[in-house]
């Protein structure tokens, strides 16, 4: 596929100078010297349109086995795909994340189910666990966290490690 991120760039980029107005093909439709260019720009256009980045309108000859654009916009994900800070997307597209008691008890229960440990300490960790109120859960899954957030930079560390060994 003749996917080329530096004219897709180009093309948003042009677009976005026009905003909220539509440009009309002739005026943004780039590197067509050859009917090989372009296809690839037009299969980039696709690319774009189908992503939701610009909004396409596109001719309407008969005969033609793939319609030709006439015009295009820049939509707000194609703007927001421009922004080095994501735009409005990234503010309003923040997601919480609840964990319900039960859920964080499963998966405690299943990582004590899971672990090394002697048959007799699973069962009197698994039994405490068990019996926790929601509150003791709640506080038991924060600490969690932060050990695990503690411990990132080495799980990075072993990623990169890892990593290493299978390039060479």
């Known amino acids: 596929m003749s996917l080329d991120r530096a004219l ?14 539509s440009v009309s093909a002739p005026h ?8 090989t260019a372009e296809n690839v720009v037009l299969k980039n256009i696709y690319y774009l349109a189908d992503h939701g ?5 596109f001719s309407k000859e008969l005969g033609q086995k793939i319609q030709r654009p006439a015009e ?9 795909f421009l922004a080095d800070d994501g735009g409005l997307s990234a503010i309003l597209g923040v997601v919480t994340v609840k964990l319900h ?24 960790l698994l039994q ?4 926790l109120p929601g509150e003791a859960i709640k506080h038991l899954s924060e600490k969690l966290l932060d050990l695990g957030l503690e411990n990132a930079p080495r799980a990075v560390s072993l990623i990169h490690k890892a990593l290493q060994y299978v390039q060479s």
Not at 8 to 21: D, G, M, N, T, V
Not at 28 to 35: A, C, D, K, L, P
Not at 53 to 57: E, K, P, Q
């Open 128 to 131: 405490t666990v068990k019996e």
């Open 101 to 124: 008691e039960d859920t964080l008890r499963q998966l405690i229960t299943s990582k004590i189910q899971a672990s090394d440990l002697p048959a007799e300490e699973k069962n009197s």
């Open 8 to 21: 897709q760039h180009q093309i948003l980029r042009r677009l976005e100078l026009e905003y909220p107005a």
């Open 28 to 35: 943004w439709v780039i590197g067509t010297e050859t009917e």
């Open 53 to 57: 980045l610009i909004n396409v309108v």
């Open 72 to 80: 295009a916009r820049i939509t707000h994900h194609g703007l927001d």
